[in-house]
């Protein structure tokens, strides 16, 4: 066989299984080509590339696959570039009317090929090696040219001959004559634009090797040296107070497997850069449909008195303005609580934010929250040229205070419930007077089909969500909100994606949601994350960070080096989903590149390395998967035609559904119906579909909005008719014997659900990405009192003790799959850190002992042990060093995390692991309390810092602060006593009891209380000064007579 026809064979055999394909470089749909088939850029790999981004590689590329960097060869129809005179075989360049310039003599002869637009041909036909056929022609003026215009009518054939040019000056073949200089240039930006539009939509910035390579030597280093260290303590015991010495070994060993945990996830840190104006050109062209996937976004409160109306008003208020398309965003609040002041909290929100959407779009304001905008301490004038704004703000400033007034005198209302329960507008009691016993309710608000803002246009759909509660039903806190709102919102918008947030987290950069979508809707990675989770950013916070509210060293340390191993772990809010990832869908495998050993090495070679062997497995595989899908796709587009309606006694039994609501929705009986005429494996693929009700509950809506690949409503659905199948699926008994919690959706089992809901994605494969835009995406509030951070760090402590215990710890679940080994050292961290607290407490109370006892840890040692001592401190130090110079965090908040750390793991973390041990061992569970969210108060910004409030976690750490401080006072006493040869064992006790009472610093200072009283360092340091003065006095006696003359004792002698 001749090789053009086997290239041919080749061709044709690639076409029939290449359709529906996407372009891997830009996202467009691969279409066909002239002749009706599907275009095939590389003939190797048949790597799916539309032929835009061919000709792009070709001619400012470099001209070769992607995939598997052959160089590309010429299609037909393509401009020439230099190099395509070395490639064997034809050329291509005819086309249908193409144009063949020939010099013969003195007259310039042009042939023409074309075939007819419905496929029928003339007579005049030559046959192509491929089995296409071309009809050719003589001169433009001849008789054969003039017969081809038979059937046309003049204008016909005019607008025949100018499609014919548009295409080949498209193709760059001829060139526009009487093309002016200005539509030239509008040709080359236009030209400059879409190139620009096909780049990649972000970029991976690795560290500078100069600064990580240190950093990895340094933590090498450190290791080895730990090695050492410990081969020194264990093998040198101090002999006098060997239960101090083996309990301070064990500790130690403790803390370099945490260190090694905690450490060794950050050996690939990556930045991450974002190309938001490529996005814009990609999917939002001028006089095109606006390509952009919608998105859903949820907002969930519990307690309207501890989470403040105004601060989730806020954070609704700036979901509404966002930077955004308004018909592919719908904000879902989820009232757990079933509060009738949050749902009137809402109706004014949306009233107010008719004016406020409006006002922040005109004028590009940032943050687009009211209360944080009004309050920002900047020049607002910066870069603003309207005249109107000045005024339009004043007006829209005092709008907002008459808003703030409204929702202030709805939650004095609320503060008194009346005895009769709460009463509607409209007369009617409110469900959900008993919160623990109520309906299922939803409000929409907004949308295309609600009000519109001032100026006319159209607003976010805004929709209030309270699930329905019963006795006796397991609701699974927020877990279970969560996955409610998951569920109302398939049936309601169905969009691919969906954004997280507290309601006290506000989109502080209105460009937020354009910022995942850079990562989410890129053709090649887009398909395989999870989500996109951003750092959280606070405002209200001391500008000392006390107690480490920011979590700086977490999230601009941690999170980065995760991000360059399989993604960072989802912290609970700020965080875009790929709802496919949310239904326990693994995530499509990707194509892997074809190994080359063939091309270089005879056949047989590769048949005893069992290459063959391999491949055949392979196209076994893949076909089996190819025809999984098409018998799928086929039997779906069978359903769809047939846009039967049925109705489930089961689903149907409390309401039937309209027509239109199930328009091309199908029931599972149709798909058990659709099964005839499939193979065996076929149909056991499609005979798996009848477990969707045991998988996703009993909802056909909703069954048939998880098989929607790019989401969304089929056409001629009615939204306002599928309220009722929202309201069944939030019902208390609609996740009874299906997989909610367990493998689909937000999972139960512990009150830390953001840790495992990431944690089982990662285990199927899918990642996660770490996005860091230069303006913060989004800013929350944090509890910056004492007791109220430090019960806020025991529920997350708490819930990593819950996942520790339960089938899901990282340990020992999902081994073998496709979790790499650092993200699940990273994943064993989290959920580990609070037995940390045990070693620590005994670790910090041995210093103490040791002073009071006289006795010490370590024995006396010689030059060369004391090296490992002083190379081990040094190693911290460079590491931390180094850590901050690649990071850019401060070493202000690296300390503040170190000191936070001692004083949670001595208290919150320890109370965590006992409670975690009675819900296991005893069945006592804990409730869940809600992180209070105060409105900040503009007399006095830090007022609830210096509150005192009693809690029993403040108990183990001001225990060790005493301890520590009597051991001092009596070391020191004990060496004035036996005088100078004394000091110097003391010094290592003194610097161990040191370090403990350093790092509860701001402990003992939230206990002192305001600034405005007595210093903590001058208390502290008079008590320390006044009983070490005051044992050397009593040392000293000043004032008691002293003997002179030799001291008189009793002899013992009876005389």
């Known amino acids: 066989m001749e090789p053009n026809t086997m290239a041919s064979f080749d061709d044709e055999h690639r076409h029939s299984s290449f359709s529906a394909k996407i372009c891997k470089v830009c996202g467009d749909e691969v279409k066909d080509d002239d002749n009706g088939q599907t275009f095939v850029a590389c003939h190797v790999c048949v790597y799916p590339v539309c032929k835009p981004c061919y000709e792009y590689e070709r001619s400012n590329g470099n001209k070769c696959c992607p995939q598997c960097n052959t160089l590309y060869k010429r299609h037909k129809g393509s401009p020439k570039i230099a190099g395509d005179e070395e490639n064997n075989g034809p050329d291509d360049s005819d086309d249908e009317l193409n144009i063949k310039y020939r010099q013969d003599g003195s007259s310039i002869h042009q042939n023409f090929a074309y075939g007819s637009e419905n496929g029928d041909y003339n007579s005049k036909q030559q046959c192509r090696p491929n089995g296409r056929a071309f009809s050719s022609t003589g001169s433009v003026l001849g008789k054969d040219f003039e017969a081809e215009r038979d059937g046309y009518t003049d204008a016909e054939w005019k607008e025949r001959v100018d499609k014919w040019k548009a295409r080949q000056e498209k193709r760059g073949l001829v060139t526009k004559g009487e093309q002016t200089n200005e539509d030239k240039e509008d040709d080359e930006e236009e030209e400059l634009l879409d190139a620009e539009a ?9 560290i500078s090797s ?10 090498v280093l450190r290791l080895v040296i730990l090695v050492f260290f410990f081969r020194f303590r264990i093998l040198t015991p101090a002999k006098d107070a060997y239960p101090l010495w083996l309990i301070s070994v064990i500790c130690e060993i ?24 490529r996005l814009s050109m990609r999917f939002e062209r001028d006089g095109e449909k606006n390509k952009l996937a919608p998105v859903d976004v949820f907002v969930s409160t519990v307690d309207p008195l501890k989470e403040p109306p105004i601060i989730t008003a806020n954070t609704i208020l700036s979901i509404l303005a966002v930077d955004y398309p308004v018909n592919k965003v719908s904000c879902y609040v989820s009232d757990d609580g079933a509060s009738m002041l949050l749902f009137d909290t809402l109706s004014e929100t949306s009233e107010f934010a008719r004016r406020w959407v409006p006002f922040c779009k005109k004028y590009n304001v940032e943050p687009r929250a009211p209360e944080f905008y009004f309050s920002e301490k900047i020049d607002y004038l910066k870069d603003k040229v309207q005249t109107t704004f000045v005024k339009d703000r004043r007006a829209m400033k005092r709008e907002y205070e008459e808003f703030k007034v409204r929702i202030n005198a709805l939650v004095a209302k609320a503060q008194k419930k009346p005895e009769e329960g709460w009463v509607m507008q409209d007369g009617t009691p409110w469900p959900g007077n008993n919160t623990r016993d109520h309906p299922g309710m939803i409000q929409v608000y907004l949308g295309k089909e609600g009000a519109f803002d001032i100026d006319g246009n159209e607003l976010p ?13 397991a609701h699974h806190k927020k877990a279970g909100a969560m996955n409610a709102m998951v569920r109302v919102s398939a049936v309601l918008t169905n969009a691919p994606f969906m954004l997280n947030l507290d309601c006290d987290h506000y989109i502080n950069n209105s460009k937020a949601i354009r910022e995942s979508m850079c990562f989410l809707m890129d053709p090649q990675l887009g398909k395989k994350l999870c989500y996109v989770q951003f750092p959280q950013r606070f405002d209200g916070i001391d500008h000392n960070d006390r107690y480490a509210n920011r979590n700086i060293v977490f999230f601009d340390i941690n999170m980065r080096g995760l991000d360059g191993i399989q993604g960072p772990v989802y912290v609970g809010t700020g965080c875009v989903f790929n709802r496919p990832a949310l239904y326990g869908y693994e995530p499509p495998v990707s194509e892997k590149r074809k190994k080359m050993t063939c091309d270089c090495w005879p056949s047989w070679i590769c048949c005893c390395c069992g290459g063959g062997n391999r491949n055949h497995h392979k196209s076994k595989s893949s076909d089996s998967s190819s025809k999984k899908k098409s018998g799928i796709k086929s039997l779906l587009s069978k359903l769809k035609k047939k846009n039967k309606k049925k109705s489930d006694d089961k689903t149907m039994s409390s309401y039937s559904r309209k027509r239109s609501a199930t328009e091309a929705i199908f029931d599972l009986e149709d798909i ?11 149909k056991s693929s499609l005979m798996s579909q009848k477990n969707f009700e045991k998988r996703f509950g009993m909802s056909p809506v909703f069954i048939a909005s998880t098989l929607m690949e790019n989401g969304g409503l089929p056409e001629a659905t009615n939204t306002s008719s599928l309220i009722k199948e929202a309201i069944h699926v939030i019902s208390c008994g609609y996740e009874e014997k299906t997989e909610w919690g367990k493998e689909i959706g937000w999972i139960y089992g512990s009150v830390t659900e953001d840790i495992l809901t990431g944690f089982r994605m990662h285990c199927r494969g899918w990642k996660s990405v770490y996005c860091m835009p230069k303006r913060p995406a989004f800013k929350g509030s944090a509890p910056i009192n004492l007791s109220d951070r430090l019960h806020q760090v025991l529920r997350w402590a708490l819930g990593s003790v819950e996942i520790f215990f339960s089938r899901h710890c990282p340990l020992w679940y999902a081994w073998g799959g496709k979790l790499k080994i650092l993200e699940r050292l990273a994943y064993i961290n989290t959920i580990v850190y609070p037995f940390t607290s045990i070693p620590l407490l005994a670790y910090c109370t041995i210093p103490a002992v040791c002073l009071l006892t006289g006795k010490f840890i370590i024995p006396t040692i010689n030059n060369f042990a004391s090296i490992w001592f002083l190379a081990l401190f040094l190693s911290i130090i460079a590491t931390a060093i180094l850590e901050l110079r690649w990071s850019g965090v401060s070493i202000n908040d690296l300390w503040r995390n170190e000191q936070f750390w001692v004083i949670g793991g001595v208290s919150a973390h320890l109370f965590a692991v006992f409670q975690g041990l009675l819900k296991v061992l005893f069945g006592v569970d804990t409730n869940f309390t809600v992180t209070s969210k105060g409105a900040s108060d503009e007399a006095d910004e830090f007022g609830d810092l210096y509150l005192f409030k009693w809690t029993t976690l ?21 060496a004035i ?4 040869g004394s000091w110097g064992p003391l010094f290592g ?3 161990f009891a040191f370090w403990v009472i350093v790092h509860l610093y701001p402990f003992l200072k939230g206990l002192m209380g305001r600034q405005n009283r007595t210093p903590t360092i001058v208390v502290l340091w008079s008590i320390l000064l006044a009983s070490i003065f005051s044992l050397v006095w009593v040392r000293i006696d000043p004032f008691l007579p002293k003997q002179t003359g030799p001291l008189l004792k009793q002899c013992g002698v009876d005389c």
């Open 977 to 980: 006593n036996n005088g100078y």
């Open 210 to 219: 100069s600064k990580i390579s240190p950093y990895r030597i340094v933590i």
């Open 989 to 991: 006790k003194l610097f």
């Open 672 to 682: 058990e119906e659709g099964l005839e005429g499939y193979d065996e494996l076929e």
């Open 254 to 277: 403790w803390f370099a497997l945490s260190w090694i945990l905690d450490q060794f996830p950050k050996w690939f840190p990556i930045n991450r850069e974002t190309y938001l104006d």
């Open 954 to 974: 403040l108990i183990p750490p001001t225990t060790l602060i005493i301890l520590n401080m009597v051991g001092v006072v009596a070391g020191v006493s004990d």
């Open 198 to 206: 096909r780049q990649p939509l972000w970029r991976k910035v690795p």
């Open 461 to 473: 759909r805004l929709v209030y969500v309270s699930r329905e509660k019963r006795p006796g039903y």
